[in-house]
């Protein structure tokens, strides 16, 4: 089996409807992603992440360009390409009839799995998703979080080579969000690769190796989250209480941001005890903190993760 897990090349995808403009969702998207690794697609509600992952999961056919999944064309050999791949589409939601164990369990004898594989499998994953109390009621009597758990036990019980989760924690608790975080670097761990789409940037910053950030059908950046974070200009965030009225005075030390009377600058740590005898002089109060993945976000898509 190929190192590469996935890869697309100059992938486009145009949407057609009668008497409406054509909608261009993915306009050449190029990305490869390594066996074993964790990789995040980041972007706003349109932007294409999920039109990029119905391609990449035989779901959707492209408009031009080619995806392969470990070397398979998914467009030319989807059936090939299948038993490889579980998915937990955005919002999907478990066969109301059936409880979380009939659910996990039918899913892995369906992909072919032993009886007493798909038991085991299917009790780990249940009590890894905190569901091992509700296993046996009917789904439609589950709250939205244990609904959205289920789905991600059931796809993480196949252990399937490659997973695409398109915002698989949407609607958990922090607690439960952790237990989705700590399957998935266990099956990293196990060989799986992982393909998700999120809109939690501490989310994509914990358990990602490696981001995307995409907007309008387009890759913007890549690169791990310190990589995104160091293209800020800066390590950390000076935030200076009433300094907007001073910023002239510190843009030497890096970008500089204004939101109403505060002023934020970013600075490298070298220039931190510089930055800061300035603020004295000034009788300014400073406030210092890390950069975060979001001002990463903004510097590359100009705008906030949630801004419509």
């Known amino acids: 089996m190929t190192e590469t897990a996935l890869a697309s090349v100059d992938l486009r ?24 690794e964790r990789v995040a697609l980041l972007g706003r509600n349109g932007a294409g992440k999920t ?26 050999q989807p059936d090939r390409a299948r038993p490889y791949i579980a998915v937990v589409p955005q919002e999907g939601k478990p066969f109301f ?46 709250s939205g979080g244990q609904r959205q758990r289920t789905m991600v036990a059931t796809v993480i019980a196949t252990e399937a080579p490659l997973l695409f989760l398109d915002e698989p924690t949407i609607g958990m608790d922090p607690f439960a969000r952790r237990d989705v975080w700590a399957s998935l670097r266990a099956l990293t761990q196990k060989g799986s690769t992982i393909l998700l789409t999120t809109h939690y940037l501490d989310e994509a910053e914990v358990l990602s190796d490696r981001l995307y950030i995409v907007e309008h059908g387009s890759v913007l950046v890549s690169g ?53 005898e300035l603020a004295v002089r000034s009788q300014l109060t400073a406030t210092v903190g890390p950069v975060t993945l979001e001002e990463a976000f903004l510097r590359a898509v100009g705008r906030s993760i949630d801004e419509e």
């Open 13 to 36: 995808k145009v949407y057609h409807s009668r008497g409406a403009p054509a909608v261009e969702a993915l306009r050449g998207v190029t990305m490869e992603v390594r066996r074993g």
């Open 51 to 76: 039109t990029f992952l119905k391609i990449a999961s035989t779901l959707l056919k492209p408009t031009s360009g080619s995806v392969a999944l470990f070397g398979i064309d998914v467009v030319a």
């Open 224 to 276: 791990t989250a310190e990589e995104l974070k160091r293209s800020v200009g800066g390590t950390l965030k000076v935030t200076l209480a009433n300094g907007a009225s001073q910023v002239d005075r510190f843009r030497s030390f890096g970008e500089c941001v204004t939101d109403g009377a505060n002023l934020t600058v970013v600075v490298l740590p070298h220039r931190l005890g510089e930055l800061m």
């Open 97 to 142: 009839h059936l409880c979380p164990r009939e659910q996990v369990y039918t899913y892995l004898r369906a992909r072919g799995l032993s009886r007493e594989t798909a038991q085991s499998r299917t009790a780990e994953s249940l009590e890894r998703m905190g569901l091992t109390e509700v296993a046996d009621r009917l789904s439609i009597t589950l």
